[in-house]
């Protein structure tokens, strides 16, 4: 039997803009800056908009994490139909510590630890930039090796911001003056 699955959308107004969240009624399927790189690219056509409790509980999350502390707790999280190798960098992210950051290189590194396959930070690179529910899965606390600030999908100037909402030590982190993600 094929089980047609529903998708909700629900709305959230941040100090950063607005976001967009989505669910497939039982997890967390996308939340993204409105506006941002990869906006909904993975929400199906067809959405209801509607408060329902997984979106309610995200929402709760964010109400946390906007008021500068450490959530406690996550709702659950769709990883599906991405491939092993993003859900692992994913998952990766997940791992990074409330206020601190890792870098495209170091995760690059650990999953050529893990698998003896050689990985580029530029692979790396593309998997955090597509991750498709940003803030809880954190890809704002990757930055460059170098410490140069590149490639979030909702923009550097965010990226800054949820790092010093974090008390992230952001002193020695730059914005480049030229390159590809900017």
């Not at 709702?75 to 139909?81: E, T």
């Not at 809880?136 to 965010?158: E, F, L, N």
């Given at each position: ?26 997890s ?21 908009e ?24 996550t ?7 991405i491939s ?48 498709r ?32 909402l ?17």
């Open positions: 039997v094929n089980r047609v699955v529903m998708y909700y959308v629900s709305r959230y107004s941040s100090p950063l803009g607005g976001i967009t969240m989505a669910s497939d009624g039982a967390v399927t996308g939340l993204w800056f409105d506006g941002q790189k990869y906006f909904a690219d993975s929400l199906p056509e067809e959405y209801v509607k408060d329902i409790p997984v979106l309610r509980q995200a929402e709760k999350w964010l109400d946390v994490y906007f008021s500068g502390k450490k959530p406690d707790f709702p659950p999280l769709s990883m599906a139909g092993a190798f993003r859900r692992r960098v994913w998952e990766i992210m997940l791992e990074i510590p409330y206020g601190q950051t890792s870098s495209y290189g170091a995760i690059a590194k650990r999953i050529e630890r893990e698998t003896g396959k050689r990985v580029s930070a530029q692979a790396v690179g593309g998997a955090v930039g597509h991750n529910i940003s803030l809880m899965i954190p890809c704002h606390r990757v930055v460059g090796t170098d410490g140069s600030v590149t490639g979030y999908a909702g923009g550097v100037d965010k990226k800054f911001a949820l790092l010093r974090e008390g992230a030590h952001t002193e020695t982190l730059f914005r480049p003056k030229k390159g590809t993600a900017l």
